[in-house]
């Protein structure tokens, strides 16, 4: 890589970590994050992620800590070595959305009885009841939106594979 796509891939890095920490991701799992997303591989050591984000290793390994417990990476051994890469799920958004869907479900659970103790009745009742018709909508508009989301991905490949050369 050249000094300048060097330059405009670190300025990616810390443009898209400064996104996701102001959304509430913790502020090195977002740079070990995106650096890992702006890799060519999607795949990074420990010491590799130190030099580039200019930290200690205890510093990638607290924020690998967290990315690998809300599953956004994944570790696995450098073949013939003891080291371990750091690897980005393939289809780390449709799982992430998955997973959020599955905790609506629960939520929306919670939220219906929570709605039934408090009683429909009570200002309280009502609102905790409207929170989980609207979890319940979410889900069926998440399903919709990931079903939709993956016959574009597959039409994307039939496009490439077509106008591929030897397609």
Known sequence: ?????????????????????????QRMAARVFAALLASETASMTSAELAEQLRVSPAAVSGAIRYLTQVSMVSRERDPGTRRERYVLHNELWYETFTRRDQILVR????????AETLGPDTAAGARTAETADFFAFLQTEMASIMERWRAH??????????????G
């Not at 939520?107 to 929570?114: A, H, Q, S, T």
């Open 153 to 166: 991905k597959q039409a994307q490949r039939t496009q490439a594979e077509e106008s591929s050369p030897t």
């Open 107 to 114: 939520w929306e659970k919670v939220l219906r009885d929570g």
């Open 1 to 25: 890589m050249s000094s300048s796509s060097e330059n405009g891939h670190d300025r990616f890095v810390e443009r898209f970590a400064g996104e996701m920490t102001e959304a509430g991701m």
